[in-house]
């Protein structure tokens, strides 16, 4: 097996990990400007150059396995860049959703929650997460197919009703609703009051009137889109992911959000739906553990 440093760089945070003589190390987590972000890695690096071969990064942003523009960084990744600047043998790259699509062979099933439960009749599956930005990668007849579908353009309008919010062109892209500074933004243009997603979370758990308001339209929206997903690619199993709806766990699986994935689609389509499960991943590094399967099949 191959010895290699595992990186999962987000919109925020970046987390490590070593795979040395088949032991996975610690998975750690910090916050890097974009300008250092080779000069951490030569640093992670010091002392290990004898053992080190492989770097795996999961990155978010459209990955053609040379590069990685990433979304919500000042940032590119170039692989070949990287491999030289590092004396490396080979860089490898994922789409950060990509990567937790290859995590699911190495977690358990203790790792997922059931939020809505279901008899899918295949194993297409949604992978989808608001987070900085949001993630949504198919996998598709065993084909793990990234996608940038949070930053398409033509679901917005419509979207903002669901929170009688007029069109607003702040408003351009989907995750800039179904993201954490999406929820910020819905708050602040809802109630002209900025605070942040973290604080508005903690507040719809508490019960409070306009951060509930926030989040359970949020959670409508999100599941309307995941009905479309669902429609559009015949995907009967959904997995749930990222920090934001672990955090809201509580609400996630009510009965009013849970009656919106039937509320929310074409009733021709409803037994679709009735057959669809749904489970939320608590896993807290998926990532890295998306590299590490990742790097087990090279």
């Known amino acids: ?3 290699a440093l595992l990186i999962d760089l987000g919109g925020t945070n970046i987390r490590y990990a070593f795979f040395i003589k088949n032991t996975l190390s610690e998975i750690s987590k910090e916050k890097i400007a974009d300008k250092d972000f080779i000069s951490f890695l030569t640093k992670l690096l010091e002392g290990k150059k004898d053992e080190i071969d ?25 692989a070949s860049e990287l491999k030289a600047q590092l004396d490396l043998k080979e860089c490898l790259l994922l789409n950060d959703w990509e990567a937790v699509a290859q995590s699911l062979s190495e977690l358990n099933k ?6 809505k439960s279901g008899t899918p009749s295949g194993e297409n599956t949604i992978l989808i ?28 309008k419509s979207m903002l009703e669901n929170f009688d919010i ?16 999406g929820i910020e933004k819905l ?17 719809a758990l508490e019960g409070e009137k ?12 999100l599941i ?9 690619f015949s995907c009967e199993k959904v997995i749930l992911g990222g920090s934001i709806l672990n955090a809201l766990k509580p609400i996630l699986m009510t009965e009013k959000i849970l009656d919106y994935f039937l509320s929310e689609i074409n009733p021709k389509y409803s037994q679709l739906i009735e057959r669809t499960q749904v489970d939320l991943l608590t896993e807290d590094e998926p990532g890295i553990f998306g590299c590490l399967a990742y790097l087990k099949t090279k």
């Open 1 to 3: 097996m191959r010895n």
């Open 54 to 78: 492989y770097l795996v990064i999961a990155a978010a942003g459209p990955n053609n396995q040379k590069f990685i523009n990433l979304t919500n960084r000042d940032l590119l990744i170039d």
């Open 110 to 115: 203790e790792c997922f929650l059931p939020i």
């Open 129 to 156: 997460g608001p987070g900085t930005g949001l993630g949504v990668t198919l996998i598709i007849k065993g084909q793990i197919i990234p996608t940038e579908f949070g930053n398409t353009f033509s679901p917005t």
């Open 166 to 181: 007029k069109d607003n062109k702040t408003f351009f892209s989907l995750e800039n609703i179904l993201s954490g500074p």
């Open 187 to 203: 708050y602040e243009e809802k109630f002209e009051r900025k605070i942040s997603s973290e604080k508005i979370i903690s507040s």
């Open 210 to 221: 306009d951060t509930l308001y926030i989040i359970e339209n949020f959670l409508r929206t």
């Open 224 to 232: 309307s889109i995941i009905n479309d997903l669902v429609l559009s």
